[in-house]
C-alpha cells in the first residue's frame, strides 16, 4: 500500500499562488489515480482536482478550473497541486488521495483508498 504526506500549506494573501506537495512512499504513484480535495471548518471535503493513473487527463472542480492545475513527477514520486489566483474561500485543509481501482480520475472521494493527512491552505483577503 502507499503511504502519502502532504506539504507546503501556508498562508497567502488574496490572489497570491501556493503549491501543495504529496509525497507517497511504499508504491509508485504510477500505480495509482491521485486526487485532491479539500476541507473548510464546518464544511464536507470537497473534490478539488484529479488526474487518471498515466498522467494524461486531469479534472478539475468548476470553482478552480482555470486556477488551479494537478501535476505528478513520478521520478520523486510525487503529485502537485499548483494554486494561483487564490480566494478566501480556498482557504481549507487539503488532502491528497490515492485511487488503484480505476484507471480514469474520479471526483468521489469514496473511490479512494487512501488518504495523507492534510495540509492548511490560509488564504487572507
Known amino acids: 500500500q502507499v503511504q502519502l504526506v502532504e506539504s507546503g500549506g501556508g498562508l497567502v494573501q488574496e490572489g497570491g499562488s501556493l503549491r501543495v506537495s504529496c509525497a507517497a512512499s511504499g508504491r509508485t504513484i504510477s500505480s495509482y489515480c491521485m486526487g485532491w480535495f479539500r476541507q473548510a471548518p464546518g464544511k464536507q471535503r470537497e473534490f478539488v482536482a484529479a488526474?487518471?493513473?498515466?498522467?494524461?487527463?486531469?479534472y478539475y472542480a468548476h470553482s478552480v478550473k482555470g486556477r488551479f492545475a494537478i501535476s505528478r513527477d513520478n521520478a520523486k514520486n510525487t503529485v502537485y497541486l499548483q494554486m494561483n489566483s487564490l480566494k478566501p474561500e480556498d482557504t481549507a485543509v487539503y488532502y491528497c488521495?490515492?485511487?488503484?481501482?480505476?484507471?480514469?480520475?474520479?471526483?468521489?472521494?469514496?473511490?479512494?483508498?487512501?488518504w495523507g493527512q492534510g495540509t492548511q491552505v490560509t488564504v487572507s483577503s
Open positions: 488526474q487518471s493513473r498515466t498522467g494524461l487527463t486531469s
Open positions: 488521495a490515492a485511487d488503484n481501482s480505476r484507471t480514469s480520475g474520479s471526483s468521489d472521494p469514496d473511490e479512494y483508498e487512501y
